[in-house]
């Protein structure tokens, strides 16, 4: 297995005849990346992929045994096909080359327009990112999970193209109020009541990424401008926040 970038690495598979679970395997240790193997898979594959992309090899092995792949938290899971993905007919597969630093959104999507031909709408009312991509040869569903990837971003699908919109914020209940007693009832105390210990108050200011001190949202897992891992810090605001 050789790699070009860390975004993607090249796989080699050769089969004859092996059962479809060893090549899941075998590509998967190639790519040096964790899956789960969520479906009864005992047919045999004939394949050869030389030094081929990581993620077109998995699709093109998905396709060969009417399988799909999702990632939850890093790990690929493998799993059947609905009928209804069986009957939609497949959309055409498009790479795309997204190379360049401190990109805005809209000039990522105006390449990704100007290599596929489809159409990617964004919502109005995104932030202002930028974007550090290293990505020579991609599909175009995975750039769009690498821009929507821990931005607080999200990437669907409609009848011309796709749209890139916010994710949804968290709801938060507000407290009921107690009933204030009634004003016949209310007696003047006889003592006077001890004042409660002040407490400190965290300040006011936005929370900020340790590395480049760029402007954090509480659902990021990684900063979009150098990459840093931020999920502690973010969890610790919302979890201040409550």
Same mark, same amino acid.
């Given at each position: 297995? @050789? ?19 060893? $090549? ?5 240790? /190639?790519?040096? %990346?964790?899956?789960?193997?969520? +479906?009864?898979?005992? @047919? ?14 998995? /699709? ?10 999702? $990632? ?26 997204? $190379? ?37 040869? +991609? ?9 929507? %990837?821990?931005?607080?971003?999200? *990437?669907?699908?409609?009848? @011309? ?11 938060? %209940?507000?407290? /009921? ?9 209310? @007696? ?22 340790? %590395? ?7 659902? *990021? ?7 840093? *891992? ?8 919302? *979890?201040? /926040?409550?």
């Amino acid at each position: 297995m @050789r790699q070009t970038t860390s975004q993607e690495p090249l796989v080699t598979l050769e089969s004859r005849g092996k059962d479809a679970r060893e $090549v899941f395997a075998e590509l998967f240790l /190639q790519a040096a %990346k964790p899956f789960v193997l969520h +479906v009864s898979l005992e @047919r045999p594959v004939y394949l050869t992929l030389p030094e081929m992309p990581f993620l077109r090899a998995l /699709q093109l092995l998905c396709a060969a045994t009417d399988t799909r792949f999702t $990632v939850r938290d890093g790990v690929y899971l493998i799993v059947p096909r609905t009928p209804s993905e069986r009957s939609e007919p497949t959309r055409p597969s498009r790479t795309v080359k997204l $190379v360049g630093n401190q990109m805005t959104l809209p000039q990522v999507v105006q390449a990704i327009k100007a290599q596929s031909g489809i159409p990617v709408e964004v919502v109005p009312g995104i932030p202002a990112l930028r974007f550090n991509l290293n990505l020579p040869s +991609v599909e175009l569903e995975a750039a769009l999970d690498a821009l929507c %990837k821990g931005t607080g971003l999200r *990437w669907e699908r409609t009848a @011309r193209g796709y749209r890139i919109a916010p994710t949804e914020p968290p709801h938060l %209940k507000a407290a /009921q109020a107690p009933n204030p007693p009634p004003p016949g009832n209310v @007696r003047s105390p006889t003592t006077q009541p001890r004042s409660a210990p002040a407490r400190a108050v965290p300040p006011d200011k936005p929370l900020m990424c340790p %590395k480049c001190s760029y402007g954090l949202q509480l659902d *990021w897992r990684y900063c979009p401008i150098c990459g840093t *891992w931020v999920k502690p810090l973010t969890d610790r605001a919302k *979890w201040e /926040q409550r």
